[in-house]
Protein backbone atom coordinates (compact mmCIF):
# COMPACT_ATOMS: atom_id res chain seq x y z
CA UNK A 1 0.00 0.00 0.00
CA UNK A 2 1.53 3.53 -0.97
CA UNK A 3 1.45 6.12 1.32
CA UNK A 4 0.99 9.81 0.15
CA UNK A 5 0.91 13.36 1.80
CA UNK A 6 -1.50 15.70 0.33
CA UNK A 7 -2.00 19.39 0.96
CA UNK A 8 -5.96 20.51 0.29
CA UNK A 9 -5.50 24.42 0.35
CA UNK A 10 -9.50 24.34 0.08
CA UNK A 11 -10.26 22.18 2.75
CA UNK A 12 -12.16 24.22 5.33
CA UNK A 13 -14.64 22.08 7.64
CA UNK A 14 -16.45 19.27 8.43
CA UNK A 15 -18.19 18.71 5.23
CA UNK A 16 -15.04 19.07 3.31
CA UNK A 17 -13.49 16.34 5.72
CA UNK A 18 -16.41 14.00 4.73
CA UNK A 19 -16.22 14.41 1.21
CA UNK A 20 -11.79 13.77 0.60
CA UNK A 21 -12.18 10.73 3.01
CA UNK A 22 -15.41 9.45 0.72
CA UNK A 23 -13.23 10.19 -2.43
CA UNK A 24 -10.19 8.01 -0.61
CA UNK A 25 -12.56 5.40 0.24
CA UNK A 26 -14.22 4.80 -3.47
CA UNK A 27 -10.56 4.18 -4.41
CA UNK A 28 -10.21 1.71 -1.53
CA UNK A 29 -8.25 3.87 0.42
CA UNK A 30 -8.18 5.20 3.99
CA UNK A 31 -7.55 8.27 5.32
CA UNK A 32 -4.99 7.81 8.29
CA UNK A 33 -4.99 11.77 9.46
CA UNK A 34 -6.64 15.14 8.18
CA UNK A 35 -5.66 18.36 9.62
CA UNK A 36 -7.96 20.86 9.13
CA UNK A 37 -6.04 23.93 10.48
CA UNK A 38 -2.61 22.89 8.51
CA UNK A 39 -4.85 21.69 5.35
CA UNK A 40 -2.37 17.98 5.42
CA UNK A 41 -4.18 14.76 4.83
CA UNK A 42 -2.41 11.08 4.58
CA UNK A 43 -3.54 8.79 3.05
CA UNK A 44 -2.56 5.35 2.45
CA UNK A 45 -3.93 3.41 -0.99
CA UNK A 46 -2.97 0.94 -3.80
CA UNK A 47 -3.46 3.76 -6.45
CA UNK A 48 -1.38 6.18 -8.44
CA UNK A 49 -0.83 9.74 -7.31
CA UNK A 50 -2.74 10.56 -10.29
CA UNK A 51 -5.91 8.45 -9.33
CA UNK A 52 -6.06 9.74 -5.72
CA UNK A 53 -5.40 13.50 -7.39
CA UNK A 54 -8.39 12.63 -9.53
CA UNK A 55 -10.62 11.48 -6.88
CA UNK A 56 -10.50 14.42 -5.01
CA UNK A 57 -10.46 16.90 -7.62
CA UNK A 58 -13.62 15.19 -8.75
CA UNK A 59 -15.27 15.84 -5.25
CA UNK A 60 -14.40 19.20 -6.17
CA UNK A 61 -10.98 19.39 -4.14
CA UNK A 62 -7.54 20.87 -5.72
CA UNK A 63 -4.89 18.52 -4.03
CA UNK A 64 -0.91 18.49 -4.44
CA UNK A 65 1.25 15.56 -3.61
CA UNK A 66 3.67 16.74 -0.92
CA UNK A 67 5.25 13.80 0.02
Do not use: W
Amino acid sequence: MSKFTLLIPDMMCAHCEKRIREAVASLGGNVTSLDLETKVVLVEADVSGEELIKAIDDAGYDAQITG
